[in-house]
């Protein structure tokens, strides 16, 4: 059996969450490779909404096992948070949760550099997440991080001593945040008894076993391709490989095992955060798109920038990915529109291109083509068929400018809101 992968083509919060609920139905197992609990992965259904950040979208599928492999980073603290939703909703969990013994630890002083790390940036900050991101990649390439295997260790407090030390003298070079220690250790040394409790495995054994068995898994990515650490738009990115080359280091599979590579993409274009956004709306527009559409943050909060989808940026993050099926979400924030844009060439320094440059210039515009808005509710719409004319001309546009076929189209945060549609 092949893996086949979701993950997000533009700056993260696509609706990737939404569409691994949806699709888990149909694996025996859901796997995250890489990020933390940077992800806020929203899932609605009957009646009820949910934000998973470091646990798969596939949870609230009864039977379906759902792995955090090597690649991810995990807070305890969080982590606990998340379990205990999940007894709240009255998910049973326990025999179908696994953890890499590789995945690496975030320290309570990660999370402290981060804040100080972008606090000593001042204007240029990445407008990070402050969950210690950043900081826990750093340790693990540097070859410093504790991982989840070593929890159970006699010598775990004291490695953990000699790393939050480490962090001490890096920090005393950089400025102070408010951040109180001490009580976040006691949490952090509290939330390990639930690590504890969920079993540890040897994950790229584990994965690979369960292919040979013919198990059919499904990769769910965390973030998008625009804020991937080496394609993204750096430094305004976040630390890990957020592309389909991400889930071969991320669970240790081979990348011939890659099956389907399904990218999810806004009918428009969202970005939290600082950095390059060239389709990026200022006006009463962008404010509409941020309204209709809630688009603020499901970890942090933050108000999310807005603008028209932008062919060119997908291009590039389709051709990194590998995508064989393209699913459009949110294409019920149209309905208000009677005239919609889509971003067909970019104009650097008076010169039309269709490559994201190496760095985006802040003088970058786009060329728009203009489609007709459909400007009515798509709630009714059951099949694809159902859909007015103007929003079926509009999905075929993208679908032929892309050159890849767009299965799936969302029409609202629900499970249930979602057309299927046959490739062409
Ligand atoms: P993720 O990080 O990619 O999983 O996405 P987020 O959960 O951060 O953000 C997507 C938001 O859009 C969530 O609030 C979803 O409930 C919501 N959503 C997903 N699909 C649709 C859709 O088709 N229409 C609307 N209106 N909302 C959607
Ligand atoms: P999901 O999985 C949107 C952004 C942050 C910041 C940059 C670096 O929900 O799509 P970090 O905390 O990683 O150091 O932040 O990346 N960012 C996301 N933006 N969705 C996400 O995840 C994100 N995870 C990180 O806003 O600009
Ligand atoms: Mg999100």
Redesign the pocket.
């Known amino acids: 059996m092949n893996i086949d992968v979701i993950l997000?083509l533009q700056w993260?919060?696509?609706?990737?969450?939404?569409i691994v609920d949806y699709l888990a139905d149909k694996y025996d197992i859901v796997a995250r490779f890489q990020g933390g609990p940077n992800?806020?992965?929203?899932l609605?259904f009957d009646g009820k909404k949910y934000v998973l950040h470091t646990i798969p979208s596939g949870v609230f599928r009864p039977h379906l096992i759902n792995l955090i492999g090597n690649g991810v980073v995990i807070d305890p603290i969080t982590f606990e948070k998340e379990l205990k939703g999940l007894d709240a909703a009255d998910v049973k969990y326990l025999d179908r949760l696994y953890i890499s013994q590789k995945a690496h630890l975030i320290l309570p002083t990660h999370r402290l550099l981060d804040a100080a790390n972008e606090k000593a940036k001042g204007k240029s900050k990445i407008g990070s997440t402050l969950r210690g991101i950043g900081p826990t990649y750093m340790d693990r390439t540097g070859r410093n991080g504790l991982r989840v295997g070593d929890i159970n260790k006699i010598d775990f407090k004291e490695r953990y001593e000699r790393l939050k030390q480490k962090h001490l003298s890096i920090l005393s070079s950089l400025p102070q945040v408010d951040f109180d220690l001490e009580e976040e250790e006691t949490k952090w040394f509290a939330s390990m008894e639930s690590l504890r409790k969920i079993p540890q495995v040897n994950s790229e054994y584990y994965v690979n076993r369960c292919l040979k068995y013919g198990k059919r898994i499904l990769a769910e990515g965390a973030q998008g391709s625009m804020l991937d650490v080496d394609f993204g738009t750096y430094p305004f990115v976040t630390s890990s490989n957020t592309v389909t080359a991400g889930v071969c280091v991320g669970l240790g599979v081979s990348p011939d095992k890659i099956g389907e590579v399904i990218g999810?993409t806004k009918a428009y274009c969202t970005r939290v955060g600082s950095g390059p956004f060239p389709s990026e709306l200022f006006d009463e527009t962008g404010e509409r798109l941020r309204k209709e559409?809630?688009e603020f943050g499901?970890t942090t909060g933050r108000p999310r920038r807005c603008g028209w989808i932008d062919l060119p940026q997908l291009k590039y993050t389709i051709m990194l990915n590998g995508v064989t099926q393209l699913v459009l979400?949110?294409?019920?924030?149209l309905n208000i529109f009677k005239e919609l844009k889509v971003g067909v060439k970019y104009i650097i320094d008076g010169k039309e291109t269709e490559e994201v440059p190496y760095e985006i210039p802040e003088n970058i515009k786009l060329v728009y083509e203009e489609h007709k808005g459909w400007v009515q509710s798509l709630a009714e719409a059951v099949s694809f068929e159902d859909l007015p004319l103007e929003a079926k001309n509009y999905v075929a546009a993208l679908e032929e400018q892309l050159g890849v076929p767009i299965t799936m189209v969302?029409?609202?945060?629900d499970r249930k809101?979602l057309l299927l549609r046959k490739a062409h």
Do not use: L, Q, R, Y
């Open positions: 997000g993260g919060d696509e609706g990737k969450g939404k992800a806020g992965h929203t609605v999810i559409g809630h499901a979400t949110k294409i019920d924030v969302s029409t609202g945060p809101e």
